[in-house]
């Protein structure tokens, strides 16, 4: 008898402009308010789930994400790490986490 193996899926990273999109559709939120400067609580939690999903899915780097959000490589780390631990602590947002990776990854 001859076992097949599986092959790994590479699933091509979704692009940025599709991470943007879902997080503003997601937040209510237009690009420019997401972008501009300051430190808001509702465009912060988006722009950290915007980090969290293009790093989780390889789509951009901690340093283009930087640039991209006008803001220091530190803070684009930090704002992913709070995801990450808010995603070990609750199981709940955990699978909304995954919700939104699986949306992204889709079409």
Same mark, same amino acid.
């Given at each position: 008898?001859?076992? +097949?193996?599986?092959?790994?899926?590479?699933?091509?990273?979704?692009?940025?402009?599709?991470? !943007?999109?879902?997080?503003?559709?997601?937040?209510?939120?237009?690009?420019?308010?997401? !972008?501009?400067?300051g430190r808001a609580r509702l465009p912060a939690?988006?722009?950290? +789930?915007?980090?969290? !999903?293009?790093?989780?899915?390889? /789509?951009?780097? +901690?340093?283009?994400?930087?640039?991209?959000?006008?803001?220091?490589?530190?803070?684009?780390?930090?704002?992913?790490?709070?995801?990450?631990?808010?995603?070990?602590?609750? /199981?709940?947002?955990?699978?909304?986490?995954?919700?939104?990776?699986?949306?992204?990854?889709?079409?």
């Amino acid at each position: 008898r001859t076992i +097949l193996k599986s092959r790994p899926v590479h699933r091509r990273a979704p692009s940025m402009e599709k991470i !943007l999109a879902h997080v503003c559709r997601n937040y209510r939120l237009q690009e420019t308010t997401l !972008l501009a400067p300051g430190r808001a609580r509702l465009p912060a939690d988006a722009r950290a +789930l915007v980090a969290w !999903l293009a790093l989780k899915t390889k /789509a951009a780097t +901690l340093t283009a994400l930087a640039q991209q959000f006008g803001r220091d490589i530190s803070t684009v780390s930090h704002a992913f790490s709070r995801i990450e631990e808010r995603s070990r602590q609750s /199981a709940t947002f955990a699978r909304a986490l995954n919700k939104h990776i699986y949306a992204i990854s889709q079409a």
